[in-house]
């Protein structure tokens, strides 16, 4: 079955933690992308990768990073630099090869600092 | 820049009504356009899409036409049901050498039975 996988589906991090979320596809996709979202708010992409070795920041990357060492994998790392973490993050996923190309999400990593 | 606006929820139905929800965006070229559903505690998964002027994406019920004159993407159903229950994300795509997609805030729906 292909598709994408997050975990884990729930992370408690205390305060000044460091923290890395987990996305892996197995779709053969080109493209990769992290977002978060707020309740009440669309989606704000944080990194993008197009190929390996190679990820551009969004629009919200500041106390965030990102590694693409493999196609199949872009994780996540929330760093303690990130004032306000509680959130939930969504990966995805797809060819890029024009700009129809769909979105394929994850199922969701829910981030709650204590 | 590039924007989606979508009319604020949450829309509360009854099963069986018909449903409208309002999206219109604000793009430099000619963006393909997306209608997204996001279940509760899930990821956004496409519901339907479409990419030039008048097209009409469809899906499960659900239809969507590309208005380039009104610059809109309006999502309708006929008789919607319980299991519509959900969040859905109006988006749009443009650009070349690297996609960046813009999603709307979304807009929740409640079916009641």
């Known amino acids: 079955d292909g598709g994408i996988t997050q975990s884990p589906k729930y992370l408690f991090r205390k305060e000044g933690q460091n923290v890395t979320l987990s996305c892996e596809q197995n779709?053969?996709?080109?493209?990769m992308y992290w977002y978060r979202q707020d309740p009440g708010q669309g989606l704000r992409l944080i990194y993008y990768?197009?190929?390996?070795?190679?990820?551009q920041k969004g629009d919200i990357a500041e106390g965030y990073s990102v590694s693409r060492e493999k196609k199949e994998s872009f994780p996540l790392t929330v760093t303690s630099a990130q004032k306000n973490p509680t959130a939930f993050y969504l990966c995805?996923?797809?060819?890029?090869?024009?700009?129809?190309?769909?979105?394929?999400f994850g199922p969701g990593t829910r981030l709650t600092v204590l | 820049g590039d924007s989606v606006t979508q009319m604020e929820g949450p829309v509360t139905l009854s099963e069986e009504a018909f449903l409208t929800i309002n999206c219109t965006y604000t793009?430099?070229?000619?963006?393909?356009l997306f209608w997204y559903v996001q279940y509760p505690g899930e990821g956004l998964q496409l519901l339907l899409k479409?990419?030039?002027?008048?097209d009409k994406g469809s899906n499960k019920g659900f239809e969507a036409t590309y208005r380039k004159e009104t610059t809109s993407f309006h999502l309708e159903k006929g008789s919607v049901q319980v299991s519509d229950s959900a969040v859905y994300f109006c988006?749009?795509?443009?650009?070349?050498?690297?996609?960046?997609?813009?999603f709307g805030a979304g807009t929740r729906l409640f079916v009641k039975a």
């Open positions: 990768s197009q190929i390996v070795n190679d990820f």
């Open positions: 479409a990419t030039k002027a008048d």
């Open positions: 988006a749009l795509s443009e650009g070349t050498g690297g996609f960046k997609t813009i």
């Open positions: 995805a996923s797809s060819m890029e090869r024009e700009a129809a190309d769909t979105q394929y």
């Open positions: 779709l053969n996709h080109d493209a």
């Open positions: 793009a430099t070229g000619y963006p393909s």
